[in-house]
């Protein structure tokens, strides 16, 4: 019986210990309009940050475009990003698509700043070489949605399960 108990104690804890690690970095959902071409939408997302840090994104991928062009995950070539209390607060990213290998976009450059000429840009090109961003692009940063790990509900029904077993186990022992 008390094995059991340091079992499912150490089960526990390491889903805690797991959960809490993975809960540490933060994914941002990122928008703009790409007014030097042609005015497309541009979704994307920023994964892989630490809270309270200054480090280079795991992950940096366009969702969608108006234009049907660059979709996919890029490799910065610059990747400095500082989010502080769950807030980005700086960010230099930039992507010539030429420099990726596949499965990476190849065809286009992809370029996010807070500080381009003192003001926050982004610019998603089809070339393979970014000359200076010239326009006010709207670009504006959301916190991801974290999804629950998909451990937790097989854990907690597992736990009931435990805890079903030992009442049965108790009543019949009081019988």
Not at 3 to 30: G, I, P, Y
Not at 44 to 68: F, H, M, P
Not at 87 to 107: H, M
Request: glycine letters at 10%; hydrophobic letters at 45%; one cysteine or more.
């Amino acid at each position: 019986m008390l094995c059991k108990s340091r079992v499912a104690l150490a089960v526990l804890l390491s889903f805690v210990v797991t959960t809490a690690v993975s809960a540490s970095t933060l994914s941002f959902d990122f928008s703009f309009t790409n007014t030097i071409n042609a005015n497309e939408s541009i979704t994307g997302i920023v994964r892989g940050l630490t809270d309270n840090s200054t480090g280079a994104a795991a992950s940096v991928e366009t969702l969608s475009n108006s234009g049907g062009f660059g979709l996919g995950e890029y490799v910065g070539d610059t990747n400095t990003w500082t989010v502080a209390a769950g807030i980005l607060t700086d960010y230099s990213f930039r992507s010539e698509g030429f420099w990726n290998s596949p499965p990476a976009v190849t065809c286009c450059s992809l370029s996010i700043s807070s500080d381009f000429n003192n003001q926050p840009e982004a610019g998603l090109f089809p070339v393979d070489f970014l000359s200076g961003l010239r326009s006010g692009s709207g670009l504006v940063f959301t916190p991801a949605e974290i999804p629950l790990p998909a451990g937790f509900p097989l854990l907690l029904a597992g736990l009931a399960g435990l805890a079903g077993l030992r009442l049965k186990k108790n009543r019949a022992a009081r019988a």
